[in-house]
Every structure is written in C-alpha cells, then in structure tokens.
C-alpha cells in the first residue's frame, strides 16, 4: 500500500515561514499529481496546492497564491509546501495525498478532493497573531 507521512508542521507567529514535508512510498511516485489540503475544525477540508505528474505546473487555492509553493523531489519520493507570510487563517491540519490515477494534469481534476486515493496522517500548522 501507499504510504504517505507528512511533517514539518509547528506553531508559528504571522508572517513567519514552514516548509512541510510529505515522504511517500512507491517506486511510480513521479507519476502521480500530488496535492496538499487542509482541514480546520468544523470545516470541510479544502484545496491548498498541487502539483502534476511531471512537477511542470502546480496550482493554489486563491488564498495561498503568492505565498506558499508546491514542489517535489522524485528522487526522493517527497513533495514539499513551503509556507511564506503566514496568516492566522492557514491555522489547520495540513494532509499531502497522492493522485489515483496516472499522468494527470488537468487543473480541475488536481483541486478535487475525490481526485486522490491515499492521505497522510496530517501535521498541525498554527499560526498566532
């Protein structure tokens, strides 16, 4: 089975910076669109980032753009999310998830949730005012 192991969540102040990690298993890992989500209390868990198969194009959420950015090494089997000019409002679990199917890129398809068929455990980003 697939695993999918995020880290590098913590507590921060606005404006501050983390770079989260995502260590995925597989050896077809390179072919995958992988995306992060997150996912606040009482809240339905939502699109953040993702990047396509080849790590060509990558795509945010509105509320992100500018600050966070999606890349990955396949040499290493790990998809990263650096997180620039934190605001309390990214406060929430942040989970990596690996795409079901093969060579995706469209755009539409790499932000819906049902997309992706293997989750992370999540990591807790907070951040304080």
């Known amino acids: 089975q697939v695993q999918l192991v995020e880290s590098g969540g913590g507590l921060v102040q606005a404006g501050g910076s983390l770079r989260l990690s995502c260590a995925a298993s597989g050896r077809t890992f390179s072919n995958y669109a992988m995306g992060w989500f997150r996912q606040a209390p009482g809240k339905e868990r939502e699109f953040v980032a993702a990047i396509n198969w080849s790590g060509y194009s990558t795509y945010y959420t509105n509320s992100v753009k500018g600050r966070f950015t999606i890349s990955r090494d396949n040499a290493k089997n790990t998809v990263y999310l650096q997180m620039n000019s934190l605001k309390p409002e990214d406060t929430a679990v942040y989970y990596c998830?690996?795409?079901?199917?093969?060579?995706?890129?469209?755009?539409?398809?790499?932000?819906?949730?049902?997309?992706?068929?293997?989750w992370g455990q999540g990591t807790q980003v907070t951040v304080s005012s």
């Open positions: 998830a690996r795409g079901q199917e093969t060579y995706v890129s469209d755009p539409d398809r790499m932000q819906m949730r049902n997309q992706y068929g293997y």
